[in-house]
């Protein structure tokens, strides 16, 4: 979507057995808010386009150019900050997750076992040795989720443009298939000039499940605990 209100897209179409390009324009009324949420949903009822075109063009920096807009992306620094206890069964699950999918540079984990616990670099040691997690122990300590991230906010808030605070069973999922460094990447970001941005948070049960099995947390556990509308 342009400054004059234009929403430009090329889209392969069959036409008498042939796959051929054809190019897409529509223009908005003015003052049309074209946010993430409504331009997806506007597009894809009108063009019935896919979730990968619709990534590479509402979210870019600039608009025609998707190419120019993922080297913008990828120069973000993202770092993300997280204390653990007794987490080492799906620990290296949320690592993965969060380096693979999101594509997060660095990650600070406080170790807040108990002293004679579990260690989190017996799931993750191949991510330490590469340099992209620090641990810092304050084993054995109680109460101090609150000062341990704020304690990793204040040491690296400088270091990274943006920091991410989770605990270690919250999984970030965006609509579209999308990566946190496209978002952090996208117009929508950088026009309203943001500086933190919250998601909507939804509780998972048990999803009926009683035993333990190989399939990951994602896999097993998808059944909301109450009703949502997005």
């Known amino acids: 979507i342009d400054e004059d209100c234009k929403w430009t897209a090329t889209q392969n179409v069959i ?21 993430i949420g409504t331009a997806y949903g506007y597009i894809v009822n009108k063009f ?5 075109l619709i990534r590479e063009l509402i979210l870019s920096n ?10 913008l992306q990828d120069k973000i620094s993202i770092c993300l900050c997280v204390s653990v206890k007794n987490e080492n069964l ?26 004679d616990g579990e260690h989190p670099e017996d799931v993750i040691k191949e991510y330490v040795d590469k340099g992209l997690i620090d641990i810092t122990n304050v084993r054995g300590q109680k109460n101090i989720q609150k000062k341990l991230l ?6 690296h808030r400088k270091e990274y443009d943006w920091m991410m605070i989770y605990d270690a069973d919250e999984f970030l999922k965006l ?4 990566d946190v460094r496209a978002l952090l990447g996208s117009r929508y970001v950088k026009e309203n000039k943001c500086g933190c941005l919250t998601g909507n948070w939804l509780t998972i049960g048990d999803s009926d499940l009683t035993y333990k ?5 994602s896999e097993r556990f998808i059944k909301p605990l109450y009703p949502y509308d997005y």
Not at 16 to 24: Q, S, Y
């Open 15 to 35: 036409e008498n057995g042939k796959t051929v390009k054809k190019e897409i324009v529509r223009e908005f009324e003015k003052g049309f808010e074209h946010t």
């Open 48 to 52: 019935n386009l896919t979730d990968k």
């Open 62 to 71: 600039v608009a025609n150019d998707p190419i120019k807009a993922k080297e």
């Open 90 to 115: 799906y620990f290296k699950e949320f690592v993965d997750y969060y380096f693979k999918v999101h594509k997060i540079n660095k990650m600070f984990i406080y170790d807040n076992n108990d002293v």
């Open 150 to 155: 704020n304690d990793c906010y204040q040491r």
């Open 175 to 178: 609509n579209f298939n999308l």
């Open 213 to 217: 099995d190989n399939r990951t947390c």
